[in-house]
């Protein structure tokens, strides 16, 4: 069974552009949560999709939204980038919602963003 | 003060030692506590899950939960150079929708 995987795997772009990050569950997963860790802020939530719908999100501004369609695949968007979101983006899918408390969930390799 | 803490590591033991990692959260509705390796380079992988009071083993692995002074630890006995990674403390509270992850301890075990 092929795991999570995240596209691309490393993105460059300048303060003030925007980038969308793409992740694919594992099949037969409907969940995808997506995460941001730095050396800074350690692991952060950022939002949970599950059935195209997002069921929770966390404390971050407004220029971060997502989406998830009706394959589960799901895309982040960032927009407005600011030296601050350089990190490493993870996605993880769980088969049902809850992300971290369903005890199936796996992460994906993540995407690497670096902004200049 | 942060929702989740872990020793500030780094920590280092002998290979064969039992190496300790401990944790600590302040959201009392927290029902669920896992623990994730997270390789240099690489995303986490989940280790350990425990929803009770009390210990769980899994192999070398044993994590241990006490709901009243809101602490999990996880040991890892006979250590070996391939547990070397940085080690995520996580709690969710699914009522509240809430995932948060500890900044991590990052092990090495020398040969």
């Known amino acids: 069974k092929a795991g999570v995987t995240q596209t691309p795997r490393y993105l460059i772009k300048t303060r003030g552009q925007q980038v969308t990050l793409s992740c694919s569950p594992i099949?037969?997963?409907?969940?995808v949560s997506w995460y941001q860790q730095t050396p800074g802020q350690g692991l952060q939530f950022l939002f949970e999709?599950?059935?195209?719908?997002?069921?929770n999100k966390g404390n971050f501004p407004g220029r971060f939204s997502g989406r998830q369609f009706s394959n589960s695949r799901s895309e982040m968007n960032v927009s407005t980038l600011e030296l601050g979101d350089s990190a490493l983006y993870l996605c993880a899918s769980s088969q049902v919602p809850g992300g971290l408390g369903t005890d199936t969930q796996y992460f994906g390799p993540g995407t690497r963003l670096t902004v200049l | 003060q942060k929702e989740v803490e872990q020793n500030s590591g780094p920590l280092s033991v002998p290979e064969g030692a039992i190496a300790s990692l401990n944790c600590t959260y302040s959201d009392r509705g927290s029902q669920s506590f896992f623990w994730y390796r997270q390789y240099s380079g690489k995303s986490p992988e989940l280790i350990m899950s425990?929803?009770?009071?009390g210990d769980k083993e899994d192999g070398r692995f044993t994590a241990q939960l006490n709901k009243a002074s809101q602490y999990v630890s996880l040991l890892i006995r006979d250590s070996q150079p391939s547990d070397s990674a940085t080690y995520l403390c996580?709690?969710?509270?699914?009522?509240?929708?809430?995932?948060?992850f500890g900044d991590g301890t990052t092990l090495t075990v020398k040969p």
């Open positions: 425990i929803y009770s009071n």
């Open positions: 099949s037969g997963h409907r969940s």
């Open positions: 996580a709690v969710d509270n699914t009522n509240a929708g809430k995932s948060t």
């Open positions: 999709y599950f059935s195209e719908t997002q069921r």
